[in-house]
């Protein structure tokens, strides 16, 4: 598929992939919280 025969590359786009989406997800959650430091 793709033309990538290693399983180890596949598990490194595979990862890098659930990571961003972790990012995202992460980032969502947290978007409004306040942290009590402003002035």
Sequence with gaps: MLGITDPQIWIAYILCFVS?????IYG???WNDDDGEED
């Design 20 to 24: 961003a989406i972790g990012c995202i």
């Design 28 to 30: 969502l959650i947290h």
